[in-house]
């Protein structure tokens, strides 16, 4: 059995849909299929959700609710018309907006139910033109399926007790049409997963139902060594452990929800990136384990948008409690941190910048400066963190030598290196603005 995913690029218009069922109709094993909302057709286009969540948002702005309800309704309507499905979906999807509009809820409630209508619809169109040309499919909301989660809007987590009511499912006959990105408190309330979630979704279906297979199509042949932006045609890969995918994405590999390893990883499911645009291609599958190849260095990752917080104090590591109260300043101030290299008498706290805005900037500062009285404090900003990934690192002599080498080699300063924590993977901080020159200098050392 194999749960199939289909991204919002793979269901943004009436082309694509009849891809998507091509390539339901070419496998009967595909017996799960999840959906998203209508994502993009070309760059500067709109996705569904954000149209959805921006009518959520419009009490605190003075236009008329019709103005954004209406390019919601052209976008379903072209798909409807173009599938030949009949006004009655149409409709339908009309008057869920109007009654998530109208229902006596928090605002928050209205907006979780608002998002959740661009899967939703999405999932009942994908049913309903199956139907019509002779496939046997079923739309079945999640509440249905068991997907029961907790009550976090927009970053809900699945609890357990889902799994066991999926696994029922198993025996289905007809084709199920599952929207993904949501699920249901034991509550009944509805709960968005966190942005990109139908990910999420597909891998709680495939674990619930213990698949051979989660197959997660995209508009990508495969995941690429490094991101195509620096190099053009990059290698690509076939086979990668959950552990490197984990450490790609992230650090800017966007293909894969790094939640929705989760569920999958915990059932040892094998994941396979494909393309729907060119379902041929062989794709890219993550799995538990592969056998060790000469290839120590599977992909080169990066990401920018860091902040590094480095703090000196001589004696620093005789004072018990030091790392302690540091880490409890952050944890009052709600931020979290990615990254803690340490020396004897130094320590650096890397944060995404969007974590640490400047007006918390100046209260975390001033909290440390007052509560741990080190000698040196400083803030830097504007940092960008190169992942080099893969599975054999840590057996591989010489890597972290060359890796430094192809980075001084583009003229790049190195701020900070960390491995030792990670198996898999070895980092480096650089300023932002040397980004392009070392991402192609390592992926020329590594993939040359
Ligand atoms: N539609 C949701 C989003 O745009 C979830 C998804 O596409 O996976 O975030």
Known sequence: MKV??????????????KKVANIV????QRKFIVVSAPGKRFKKDKKITDMLIELGEIGRKHRPKAEYIEPIMKRFTEIVEELKLGGTILKEINQTIENVLHMDATPSEKLEALKAIGEDSSAKILSA??????IPARYMNPQEVGIIVSNNPGNARILPESFPKIYNLRTTEDILIIPGFFG?????????????????TGSIIAAGIKADLYENYTDVDCVYSVNPAYIEKPKKITTLTYKEMRELSYAGFSVFHDEALIPAFKEEIPVCIKNTNNPKAPGTLIVSEKKPSEKCVV???????????????YLMNREI?????????????GISFEHAPSGIDDMSVIIRESNLPLEKEKLVMERIQHELNPDLISIHR?????????????????VAQKATAAISNANVNIEMINQGSSEVSMMFGIKA????????????????
């Open 321 to 333: 409690g030091f790392g302690r109260k540091l880490f409890a300043i952050l944890e009052d101030e």
């Open 382 to 398: 504007n940092l960008a963190m190169i992942m080099v990934v893969g599975e054999g690192l840590v057996r591989t002599i010489g």
């Open 299 to 313: 992909g080169i990752a990066s990401d920018t948008g860091f902040c590094s917080i480095y703090i000196s104090k």
């Open 4 to 17: 199939t995913k289909f991204g919002g690029s793979s269901v943004a218009s009436a082309e694509q849909i």
């Open 433 to 448: 603005e040397d980004l392009d020159r070392a991402v192609k200098s390592l992926y020329h050392t590594f993939f040359d």
């Open 25 to 28: 109709k070419a496998d009967p």
């Open 184 to 200: 249901y408190t034991k509550k009944g309330q509805l709960n968005t997963f966190s942005r990109g979630g139908s990910d999420i």
């Open 129 to 134: 033109y199956l139907t019509s040309i002779g």
